[in-house]
């Protein structure tokens, strides 16, 4: 099936160029888009539904089948113009040539989600793209996106509207919560754009909120897996390290990859030489989010006051409450980097489950 977003363009567009009046209808009879006059119990439409003919004319409207692999999908009425006939065949070739093109694009789409999930070996690889004409040496870069599961389907409908006409850009349905999307790349500055872009598309069109990774970009259509799977480690350490950030980077991922990857034990006891008791316990909302705010305005007490509305001799009362609860003073870099890491750690347990 094709979006009815791209079904009423290209029906508005061939209207504007023939002056002839299309109305679309689906498998039922409903319109999909143009004239709801033509609906309606014993209407032609529906005569035409229950007719083994592929069209028919009553009086001055064209009524005609268009077919998905033998089977008719979508009907057809046209109306007015020069030639309501002629211009509803011209339609239903359009419409039929884009149900080819969908079908081919799934294809590819199928085929790309099995490269990223490695569930191909290489020589299947390179035989199954000569087969489906998808180049191998191509600049790609896996962008993937987290949504909820229920939002997971809306994500996927509106990437498949905006790239509709891109034969170049791949999307592959992962996992109940992620939606790849794999693109050419042809400026290492278009890897973040092209990520915020999405981003700000799925939020501002879907009203979802999702969160946007992307790996490094490659060459090689069975590199696309490590791709995919850095993407897979950007959402996760993101998720944990800097849960503000909608879109994150594998090649900027910071400490926090490091600390990912140490073992939980190391980390414990990281926390237990820093500190002499569990200091995170003890610590409200209101004081976490002025030590953030702090530490992201560079230890500005005067601009980190401002930004909190809060007068400068009362940030200062709260760092020093923070210091004597933990022993740090966080307005020194030295000790200010301890506890900025300390929290890392602290946040790397608590999210993983330790």
């Known amino acids: 099936?094709?979006?009815?977003?791209?079904?009423?363009?290209?029906?508005?567009?061939?209207?504007?160029?023939?002056?002839?009046?299309?109305?679309?209808?689906?498998?039922?009879?409903?319109?999909?888009?143009?004239?709801?006059?033509?609906?309606?119990?014993?209407?032609?439409?529906?005569?035409?539904?229950?007719?083994?003919a592929d069209s028919?004319?009553?009086?001055?409207?064209?009524?005609?089948?268009?077919?998905?692999?033998?089977?008719?999908?979508?009907?057809?009425?046209a109306e007015g113009?020069?030639?309501?006939?002629?211009?509803?065949?011209?339609?239903?070739?359009?419409?039929?040539?884009?149900?080819?093109?969908?079908?081919d694009r799934m294809d590819k789409n199928h085929f790309i989600q099995n490269v990223l999930l490695d569930n191909l070996l290489a020589p299947d690889i390179h035989s199954e793209a000569k087969k489906l004409k998808i180049h191998e040496s191509i600049?790609?870069?896996?962008?993937?996106?987290?949504?909820?599961?229920?939002?997971?389907?809306?994500?996927?409908?509106?990437?498949?509207?905006?790239?509709?006409?891109?034969?170049d850009v791949y999307l592959a349905t992962v996992d109940a919560s992620h939606v790849a999307v794999v693109a050419e790349l042809t400026k290492p500055e278009d890897a973040s754009r092209t990520a915020?872009?999405?981003?700000?598309?799925?939020?501002?069109?879907?009203?979802?909120?999702?969160?946007?990774?992307?790996?490094?970009?490659?060459?090689?259509?069975?590199?696309?897996?490590q791709s995919y799977k850095e993407a897979q480690l950007?959402?996760?350490?993101?998720?944990?390290?800097?849960?503000?950030?909608?879109?994150?980077?594998?090649?900027?991922?910071?400490?926090?990859?490091?600390?990912?990857?140490?073992?939980h034990s190391l980390c414990e006891l990281f926390l237990k030489e820093t500190f002499d008791h569990d200091v995170f316990a003890e610590l409200d909302e209101?004081?976490?989010?002025?030590?953030?705010?702090?530490?992201?305005?560079?230890?500005?007490?005067?601009?980190?006051a401002r930004q909190l509305y809060i007068h400068r001799n009362t940030l200062v009362y709260r760092i020093e409450k923070l210091q004597k609860t933990t022993g740090l003073d966080i307005r020194k870099f030295d000790e200010a980097m301890t506890f900025k890491i300390a929290m890392m750690v602290n946040n790397y347990l608590k999210n993983t489950g330790k």
């Open 81 to 103: 113009g020069a030639s309501p006939e002629m211009t509803g065949r011209i339609a239903v070739s359009e419409l039929q040539n884009l149900l080819s093109l969908s079908h």
């Open 139 to 167: 600049n790609r870069i896996v962008y993937l996106i987290e949504t909820t599961d229920k939002d997971t389907d809306l994500a996927m409908q509106t990437l498949k509207a905006m790239y509709s006409t891109a034969s």
């Open 234 to 263: 950007a959402i996760e350490v993101g998720r944990i390290f800097y849960p503000d950030l909608h879109v994150i980077s594998y090649g900027n991922l910071g400490i926090g990859r490091l600390i990912f990857q140490l073992p």
């Open 196 to 225: 915020h872009t999405l981003a700000d598309m799925l939020n501002a069109e879907a009203m979802i909120q999702v969160r946007v990774s992307y790996g490094l970009p490659t060459n090689l259509l069975d590199h696309l897996s």
């Open 286 to 304: 209101e004081t976490l989010t002025t030590i953030r705010q702090f530490f992201n305005n560079n230890l500005n007490i005067s601009e980190t």
């Open 1 to 52: 099936m094709i979006n009815s977003r791209i079904l009423s363009k290209t029906i508005k567009e061939l209207q504007d160029i023939t002056g002839t009046s299309l109305t679309l209808f689906g498998k039922n009879g409903d319109v999909i888009t143009g004239d709801k006059t033509h609906t309606g119990k014993g209407s032609p439409v529906q005569d035409l539904i229950h007719s083994a």
């Open 56 to 77: 028919m004319t009553i009086g001055s409207v064209s009524y005609l089948k268009v077919y998905d692999d033998d089977m008719p999908i979508y009907y057809l009425a």
